[in-house]
């Protein structure tokens, strides 16, 4: 199986500051993976590294193989939407796809027309005088209209309604379904992600904490809750990502393992926003998964 992505060491600074250290993290091809994190943990510098926009300062990083490359045979295969969900601001959807017909070799224009049409969006009104909402689909619609093979959006969903929301995924999603493109879709917002990606990467303070298949991800955790007093008898080969104590109880995340933990804990499998938040909550922890998800 080829990796859409795969980055080694990867760093990205400017002047005396890191905004992504020791990146390394692998994502197989046709993924619709979630890259999550709070607000300047790296996202958008990864994202950007990944689309051939930036330069590491460190490391390496491939796409499909190949180094990132700016090249215009490299750039055909990769789509890119940012979160201020740029457009010409004079320019109609209409010129707007006429403008991507010519920039790009491999556009479906026949597609994209029909999705403006059934999406309802309107043909021959300026994106300025238009929602946000509205402005969101016609970027998507002009992302997908290439055909790429390696989709990355940068927050697409931040300063939308969840109506809105609602139809930039289902957008998305069908998309997806048609071609088998990959894609890397970044947000803060942990519950846009769960019934649309099938591949977590967490960042933090510019460092990868966790990644790897979802559903993997969550079979190989659990989270235990009892007693504050009781996390000091817990077996000291238990692997603890990270605790919380809140008054006289304890919440304790841990790699799963055959090790007995004790009747006063109760036991169950995390949600992906348990997983997520407990590993940000503690920016050294990490896990390494297979040798195809790679994380750092």
């Known amino acids: 199986m080829i990796n859409a992505v795969e980055a080694s060491g990867v760093g990205r600074r ?11 993290v692998a994502l ?11 607000n300047g943990a790296g996202k958008s510098t990864l994202l950007n590294l990944i689309a051939g926009l930036l330069r590491p300062s460190e490391g390496t990083l491939q796409r499909f193989g190949r180094p990132v490359s700016d090249r215009p045979e490299a750039l055909a295969r990769v789509g890119y939407m940012s979160q201020d969900t740029a457009l010409y601001p004079t320019f109609t959807a209409s010129e707007l796809l006429r403008m991507g017909a010519r920039l790009n070799p491999g556009w479906d224009d026949d597609w ?38 390696l989709l990355l959006l940068d927050e697409p969903l931040a300063s939308l309604d969840p109506l809105a929301r609602n139809d930039v995924m289902a957008l998305l999603m069908q998309a ?16 846009d992600l769960v019934e649309t990606c099938d ?65 006063v804990w109760t036991v169950h499998r995390p949600t992906l926003d348990e997983l997520v938040l407990n590993y940000l909550r503690q920016p050294e922890a990490s896990v390494l998964p297979g040798p195809v998800a790679v994380a750092g």
């Open 14 to 24: 400017y002047g005396r500051i890191w905004a992504l250290r020791g990146c390394s």
């Open 176 to 191: 997806v379904a048609e071609t088998g493109m990959t894609v890397v879709l970044s947000s803060h917002i942990i519950s």
């Open 112 to 149: 994209a027309r029909e999705r403006l049409t059934r999406l309802r969006l309107p043909a021959n009104v300026p994106a300025s005088n238009l929602s946000g909402g509205q402005r969101s689909q016609i970027a998507l619609v002009l992302a997908l209209a290439k055909r790429p093979r």
């Open 28 to 38: 197989p091809e046709g993924q619709v993976a979630a890259l999550v994190g709070p």
């Open 199 to 263: 591949w977590l990467v967490a960042i933090n303070q510019g460092r990868v904490q966790v990644s790897g298949n979802i559903d993997e991800l969550l079979d190989s955790h659990k989270l235990i809750t009892g007693p504050r007093e009781a996390v000091d008898t817990l077996p000291p080969r238990v692997s603890i990502v990270a605790q919380t104590i809140t008054g006289r109880q304890a919440s304790v995340l841990l790699r799963s393992g055959e090790h007995p933990i004790g009747p």
